[in-house]
């Protein structure tokens, strides 16, 4: 039986992408790199942003970290704000409470960012609990962000869901003993959901409602 819902922020709640990939490309400008490729810049949506510096552009530590530090240069006044809810979100969180879930953000993305954004959109108050990463590195992974969520919540593993576009939803969810429904309205790539282990998919919002709506008869 599930209790809580656990839902990613990037690409499952908010199409966070153009202040994303924007603030991308002005922190690679730093360095003398001019990315044009929307398809390579749409990775960044969901992994932590110093994992994906050092791996899809060879980064070392020290310039990854300088990366990040020029990105949210331009994320935190300006990118934080190049977004759109997803239709149909506002109203499934209403629903989920209505039926007496939990429902708590599990977001890589650092909390005061997602509470910024949440509270733009009067959203804040439909989640029980917001968490994600900490800046100073002492909350960094997904798996660590969802376990925060169990604890705050004091839901069991076997008593949550998490919701996610990206594989790094579904791994960190698994490695707290949390299962994983994808949704592949984000920014996820063909069949990576399923290769991670999701267990279940969809592919709209409308479909994202009637599933969780209806997990528990299941």
């Known amino acids: ?39 390579r810049l749409r990775k960044f949506v969901g992994p932590p942003l110093f994992d ?35 239709p149909g979100i506002p109203e499934l969180l209403v629903q989920l409470r ?4 939990c429902v708590a953000v599990a977001t890589g993305k650092p909390t005061p960012l997602a509470r910024t954004i949440l509270q733009r959109f009067d959203m ?7 968490i994600g990463c900490e800046y100073d590195g002492s909350r960094s992974t997904k798996a660590e962000v969802v376990a925060a969520v169990l604890a705050e919540t004091h839901t069991a593993p076997e008593a949550a869901l998490m919701v996610g576009d990206r594989k790094y939803d579904v791994t960190g969810a698994a490695a707290c003993g949390v299962p994983c429904l994808g949704v592949y309205y984000g920014y996820a790539e063909p069949g990576e959901l399923e290769a991670a282990g999701a267990v ?11 599933r969780l709506l209806h997990w528990n008869e299941i």
């Open 124 to 130: 804040e108050r439909l989640f029980d609990c917001v």
């Open 200 to 210: 279940a998919t969809v592919q709209t919002v409308a479909e994202l409602s009637e």
């Open 52 to 86: 994906s510096f050092t791996e899809l552009y060879g980064m070392q530590p020290a310039q990854a970290q300088a990366a990040t530090e020029r990105y949210r240069e331009r994320y935190q006044p300006i990118g934080v704000y190049e977004c759109e809810i997803y």
């Open 1 to 39: 039986m599930i209790q809580t819902v656990l839902f990613d922020f990037d690409g499952t709640l908010f199409d966070t992408g153009e202040g994303i990939l924007r603030s991308v490309q002005y922190a690679l400008e730093g360095f003398g790199i001019r990315e044009t490729d929307t398809a």
């Open 98 to 101: 209505a039926a007496g879930f």
